[in-house]
């Protein structure tokens, strides 16, 4: 297991981040997964072992069970709080009130407070927000991180599901009024859908924020259980749930060449998509999630698999990015501008 700086915060975070979306099952989320305590307990200790030092969960998975769940598996562990980085969101809705949802300074506090009861825990080592609030304002949103950072409750800051605009724009309000900004960000990536390459990855890249890939295996999609002729795995998420957006037509092409490679290296094809990503430039932590302890190691594993440059540029190529305005102009003018090396 490597270690990355999270943006520049001098915090090493494992190239591997545990999700707890699978944790608990209630509600909605049971299309993601109803994981019982004692299977939690279990996958945590196994990621622990293996190196993994980052936990993702959210205050909305299961309806704040995952946290729960989180925070006791933690606790029967005897897991020292220094070793492990915990990162949970804020935005979604977690109450019938009308203030029950949102990126108010008021829903932001509550619940922070609430999540922290839950996990048992004292401080949040990365507070995301988890979708864009269109009701409120950024500073607002801003100076109600700002809130529970001063506080103590909160280490650091992060943003998911954004705009690469609305990204800059909110650390701008923070660098301007001397507040936190923003250091990790949390989208959905993976090879058979690299749209933040367009924008959001070169901003990180610019700006020095951590990129952590939500669902790199695509929900299930690039688990291998997907194939042409076998379109209904029988025992995935996706089946059910059919999420993240994928052009499957795209995505088939890019399982059979990862099928290929695979079989060359006589691994599972969700391992060959995993160690891609790990390669790719700006990526700090990528989020996995599991439901059986196999599944989890498997995910593991991925770290140890080293595709060659000639695999990495074939992947490249059949999941590459149709061409768009600016891109094309920008990729055209830049005729002559090129450093010299």
């Known amino acids: 297991m490597r270690y990355n700086t999270l943006g520049n915060t001098g915090?090493?975070?494992?190239?591997?981040?545990?999700?707890?979306?699978?944790?608990g099952g209630k509600g909605f989320w049971t299309n993601i997964g109803k994981l019982p305590q004692e299977e939690v307990t279990n996958l945590v200790k196994i990621a622990i072992e293996n190196g993994?030092?980052?936990?993702?969960?959210?205050?909305?998975?299961?309806?704040?069970?995952?946290?729960?769940?989180?925070?006791?598996?933690?606790?029967?562990?005897?897991?020292?709080?220094?070793?492990v980085f915990i990162a949970t969101k804020v935005r979604g809705r977690m109450?019938?009130?009308?203030?029950?949802?949102?990126?108010?300074?008021?829903?932001?506090?509550?619940?922070?407070?609430?999540?922290?009861?839950?996990?048992?825990?004292?401080?949040?080592?990365?507070?995301?927000?988890?979708?864009?609030?269109?009701v409120t304002g950024l500073e607002e949103t801003m100076r109600g991180l700002e809130e529970v950072?001063?506080?103590?409750?909160?280490?650091?800051?992060?943003?998911?599901?954004?705009?690469?605009?609305?990204?800059?724009?909110?650390?701008?309000?923070?660098?301007?009024?001397?507040?936190?900004?923003?250091?990790?960000?949390?989208n959905y990536y993976s090879i058979a859908g690299r749209?933040?390459?367009?924008?959001?990855?070169?901003?990180?890249?610019?700006e020095n924020l951590g990129i952590m890939p939500w669902s790199p295996l695509a929900g299930g999609f690039l688990s291998g259980k997907f194939t042409r002729k076998t379109q209904k795995a029988g025992d995935s998420r996706r089946d059910e749930f059919d999420f993240p957006p994928v052009n499957k037509e795209k995505a088939y092409e890019i399982i059979e060449l990862m099928q290929e490679i695979a079989s060359a290296h006589g691994v599972a094809v969700?391992?060959?998509?995993?160690?891609?990503?790990?390669?790719?430039?700006?990526?700090?932590?990528?989020?996995?999630?599991?439901?059986?302890?196999?599944?989890?190691?498997?995910?593991?594993?991925?770290?140890?698999l080293m595709l060659t440059a000639d695999e990495m540029s074939r992947l490249d190529y059949v999941s590459e990015l149709g061409k768009e305005y600016p891109g094309w102009m920008i990729e055209r003018q830049a005729d002559g501008r090129q450093p010299k090396v």
């Open 11 to 23: 915090v090493l975070v494992s190239e591997l981040c545990l999700g707890a979306m699978t944790f």
């Open 95 to 134: 109450g019938e009130g009308v203030n029950q949802v949102g990126l108010s300074r008021l829903h932001i506090q509550y619940s922070v407070d609430d999540s922290l009861q839950r996990l048992g825990l004292d401080h949040i080592d990365l507070l995301y927000i988890h979708g864009v609030d269109p």
């Open 149 to 186: 950072v001063r506080s103590g409750k909160v280490r650091y800051l992060g943003i998911s599901n954004h705009p690469a605009w609305m990204v800059v724009k909110a650390n701008a309000i923070a660098e301007k009024m001397g507040w936190n900004k923003f250091v990790a960000l949390q």
């Open 270 to 304: 969700a391992r060959v998509a995993l160690a891609w990503m790990l390669r790719k430039k700006g990526i700090t932590s990528i989020i996995i999630g599991a439901k059986k302890e196999d599944q989890l190691r498997e995910n593991i594993a991925s770290t140890t």
């Open 195 to 206: 749209d933040i390459e367009r924008d959001i990855v070169p901003m990180a890249l610019s």
């Open 52 to 83: 993994i030092n980052f936990i993702d969960t959210a205050n909305v998975y299961s309806e704040g069970l995952s946290e729960i769940m989180l925070g006791k598996a933690l606790k029967d562990l005897g897991t020292s709080r220094q070793d």
